[in-house]
């Protein structure tokens, strides 16, 4: 049985920072990471990790925000600095086996004054 639990949402004003992790358990994962999803948007790619440690990124965030990933407790994170009002969203976990995506039940992100 798979499950990604994610924590660490939050409030936060701009140009501070929140850290986001997820737990994986139930397999080794090919690609871990991160999607996101702001009312009235899609769900948008923000950053994913292979278990070999190669990065992708939503332009929007590089430079911002850093994903990280520890195989020996199959966790990923999220280190999000100089966060914005339009990083506002509901930010979903993401792991890959295979051909399978599974997902996280997403955790609350907001960046306002």
């Known amino acids: 049985q798979v499950q990604l639990v994610e924590s660490g949402g939050g409030l936060v004003q701009p140009g501070g920072s929140l850290r986001l992790s997820c737990a994986a358990s139930?397999?080794?994962?090919?690609?871990m990471g991160w999607y996101r999803q702001a009312p009235g948007k899609e769900r948008e790619l923000v950053a994913t990790v292979t278990s070999g440690g190669s990065t992708n990124y939503l332009d929007s965030v590089k430079g911002r925000f850093t994903i990280s990933r520890d195989n020996t407790k199959n966790m990923v994170h999220l280190q999000m600095d100089s966060l914005k009002p339009e990083d506002t969203a509901v930010y979903f976990c993401y792991a890959r086996l295979v051909v399978t995506n599974y997902w996280g039940q997403g955790t609350q992100v907001t960046v306002s004054s």
């Open positions: 139930g397999s080794i994962f090919a690609v």
